[in-house]
Structures are given as C-alpha cells and as structure tokens.
T-cell receptor
Framework: DGGITQSPKYLFRKEGQNVTLSCEQN?????MYWYRQDPGQGLRLIYY???????QKGDIAEGYSVSREKKESFPLTVTSAQKNPTAFYLC??????????????FGPGTRLTVL | AQKVTQAQTEISVVEKEDVTLDCVYE???????LFWYKQPPSGELVFLIR??????QNEISGRYSWNFQKSTSSFNFTITASQVVDSAVYFC??????????????FGDGTTLTVKP
C-alpha cells in the first residue's frame, strides 16, 4: 500500500538534546512538508521541499532543520534551539504539477515530548 | 498573505442532527484552491474535498455537502444526519495557484466536532 510513514509514534527526549523525526513516502510525490500541531491549534508549516536537495522555510522554521537527499525521505531535526519542542509533528506529501491544486497526504504523526 | 478562519472552535451535536462547519478565507490571488480535511482521534489528516476558485458549484457526497461562495469568501461544510463516527477535528485549508508556492497550504485552526449518541 502506498502512503507516508512516520516513526516513532511517540518520542521522549531530554531537554537540550537534538532529535530527528523520520518521514518516508512511497507515493512518488515531489513535494513534502512538515507541520507542527499544538493542542487546540491548527497546523503550522515548519519546512517544505518541492524537489530533492532543495527546501524552504515555512512559518516557524527557527530551531528546526531538514534535509532532502532522496525523493522519498524528508527527516526533521528538532534542535536544542527550539524553545518549546513538545508538540505533535505531521509530515505530508503532494504532487507538484498544477500548482496549489493538489491535496496533501499525511502521515500518522509523531508526538514528541521533551522532559 | 493568505488566511483561513474557522471561528467555531468546538461544536457538539446529538446523533442525527445536521451540523455546518464554517470557513472564511482571505487571499489576493484570483486562482486558488480550498480544501477540507478530517483529523480523527488517531491523528492522521484525511483529505475530503478540493474546490478551485473558478468553480462555485456546490458539491454533495453522501451525507457531506460543501457550499462555496466567493462573494462572502466562505467555504462551509455541512454534515447531514451526523453520526458518532463523524467526531473529529475538521480543517479548512487554502492554497494559492502560483508556482513559487506550489502546494503550500494555509490551514485554519480547526473545528472539533463531537457527535453524541
């Protein structure tokens, strides 16, 4: 089955540690996205990538970093510079052709708790 | 800049009631796309519908219907005869049609719908 996988589902880290969240897709989509969701709030865009080896900052990129070395993979690193990293992180992908008309497909999310 | 407002934070209804979720958007583009997604308790968002700015026809899919009105910049979502399985957070989203931001969506804060038996 085609889709997006995120691992792990729950992640606990000590304050001050960097942590990398995994996102893999086998949908052959060009674009991939990372969102952060806090309780009672919508999705805020962290980073997105439209092509391999290229990515752009979203609305809340500070304290995060990404890489896009392969089309199917878009890992997100939450660094110690992120002031409040505890949140639910969602990865998504979409087809690029046609501009903004394509819906996004989402992974199951990773709930990160920093202790 | 684009913006999506979902003024209803939480809605609670009893099963079989009809319920409408409101979505108001702002954009300067003439070409744009509107979406609704459903986020069940499991957390994964599921795509429900897409509408482009040139198509104001309303759409019905089973118990779901959508009303798109450019004059009021609204894209409302109605569930008829609600069921407990409809309980979820629903997000409205907006994408602009320009290639430089291709695929980038702005999401509303979501409306949490609770359907009680």
């Amino acid at each position: 089955d085609g889709g997006i996988t995120q691992s792990p589902k729950y992640l606990f880290r000590k304050e001050g540690q960097n942590v990398t969240l995994s996102c893999e897709q086998n949908l052959n989509h060009d674009a991939m996205y990372w969102y952060r969701q806090d309780p009672g709030q919508g999705l805020r865009l962290i980073y997105y990538s439209q092509i391999v080896n290229d990515f752009q900052k979203g609305d809340i990129a500070e304290g995060y970093s990404v890489s896009r070395e392969k089309k199917e993979s878009f890992p997100l690193t939450v660094t110690s510079a992120q002031k409040n990293p505890t949140a639910f992180y969602l990865c998504a992908s979409s087809v690029i052709a046609g501009g903004g008309l394509n819906e996004q497909f989402f992974g199951p999310g990773t709930r990160l708790t920093v202790l | 800049a684009q913006k999506v407002t979902q003024a209803q934070t939480e809605i609670s209804v009893v099963e079989k009631e009809d319920v409408t979720l409101d979505c108001v958007y702002e954009t300067r583009d003439t070409t744009y796309y509107l979406f609704w997604y459903k986020q069940p308790p499991s957390g994964e968002l599921v795509f429900l519908i897409r509408r482009n700015s040139f198509d104001e026809q309303n759409e019905i899919s089973g118990r779901y219907s959508w009303n798109f009105q450019k004059s009021t910049s609204s894209f409302n979502f109605t569930i008829t005869a609600s069921q407990v399985v409809d309980s979820a957070v629903y997000f409205c989203a907006l994408s602009e049609g320009v290639n430089t931001n291709a695929g980038k969506s702005t999401f509303g804060d979501g409306t949490t719908l609770t359907v009680k038996p």
